[in-house]
C-alpha cells in the first residue's frame, strides 16, 4: 500500500484495499440486529483496523515523515502489514459469513472479502517486484526505505565523551 509501489501498482490498485475495508466498516456499522454478536465485533474491530492502519501507511509514506521514524526497512514493514491485514480480514469474513443473517449481512461479507482479495493483489504484487525484503540472498537487507543504501557506513574517528587536554 504503499507510494513507493507506484512503479509496480497503478495508483487505482494503491487505494483499493483501503477503500473497500472502508466500504466493509461502513456497511458493518448498518447492521441493526445480530444474533451472536461476536463474528460482527470481530469484523468491525479488523475492517477498522485495515482501514486506519493502510491510511496511517499511506500518509507516512507519501510525506517525508517516513524518513524521520527510526524504521529501517519500510518495505518489510508494508508487506507484513499487508500480509497480516490479508489474513484476519480473510478470517473475520469467514466467521462473520457463517452467521446467518439478513441481505445487509450478506453484502457486508462481500464486501470483506472484496477487501481480502484486494490485500492478497497488493500483497502478490509487492512480492513479484520486489520479492521478500527480508529474505535477500546475501543475508543483509538490501534497501532501506525503499531506496538502495548510500554507502558504507563511516568508523567514528574521535571520541564523543573524550575529556579536554
Same mark, same amino acid.
Given at each position: 500500500?504503499?507510494?513507493?509501489?507506484?512503479?509496480?501498482?497503478?495508483?487505482?490498485?494503491?487505494?483499493?484495499?483501503?477503500?473497500?475495508?472502508?466500504?466493509?466498516?461502513?456497511?458493518?456499522?448498518?447492521?441493526?440486529?445480530?444474533?451472536?454478536?461476536?463474528?460482527? @465485533?470481530?469484523?468491525?474491530?479488523?475492517?477498522?483496523?485495515?482501514?486506519?492502519?493502510?491510511?496511517? #501507511?499511506?500518509?507516512?509514506?507519501?510525506?517525508?515523515? @517516513?524518513?524521520?521514524?527510526?524504521?529501517?526497512?519500510?518495505?518489510?514493514?508494508?508487506?507484513?502489514?499487508?500480509?497480516?491485514?490479508?489474513?484476519?480480514?480473510?478470517?473475520?469474513?469467514?466467521?462473520?459469513?457463517?452467521?446467518?443473517?439478513?441481505?445487509?449481512?450478506?453484502?457486508?461479507?462481500?464486501?470483506?472479502? #472484496?477487501?481480502?482479495?484486494?490485500? #492478497?493483489?497488493d500483497f502478490i504484487l509487492m512480492v513479484k517486484g520486489r520479492g521478500i525484503p527480508f529474505f535477500s540472498k546475501d543475508g543483509k537487507s538490501g534497501q532501506s526505505?525503499?531506496?538502495?543504501?548510500?554507502?558504507?557506513?563511516?568508523?567514528?574517528?574521535?571520541?564523543?565523551?573524550?575529556?579536554?587536554?
Open positions: 500500500a504503499s507510494l513507493h509501489m507506484l512503479s509496480l501498482t497503478s495508483p487505482d490498485l494503491l487505494f483499493l484495499p483501503q477503500m473497500l475495508s472502508f466500504i466493509a466498516f461502513i456497511l458493518e456499522e448498518t447492521v441493526n440486529s445480530c444474533i451472536s454478536c461476536s463474528p460482527l @465485533y470481530f469484523f468491525e474491530f479488523v475492517s477498522c483496523t485495515a482501514f486506519l492502519f493502510t491510511l496511517l #501507511l499511506l500518509i507516512l509514506l507519501s510525506t517525508p515523515l @517516513y524518513q524521520k521514524i527510526g524504521i529501517t526497512s519500510w518495505p518489510t514493514v508494508d508487506l507484513g502489514y499487508t500480509g497480516v491485514i490479508c489474513v484476519l480480514l480473510f478470517i473475520s469474513s469467514c466467521v462473520f459469513a457463517s452467521e446467518r443473517g439478513n441481505l445487509v449481512q450478506a453484502t457486508v461479507a462481500v464486501f470483506g472479502f #472484496l477487501a481480502t482479495a484486494a490485500f #492478497l493483489v526505505n525503499g531506496v538502495p543504501p548510500s554507502g558504507e557506513a563511516q568508523p567514528e574517528t574521535e571520541k564523543l565523551n573524550a575529556a579536554n587536554p
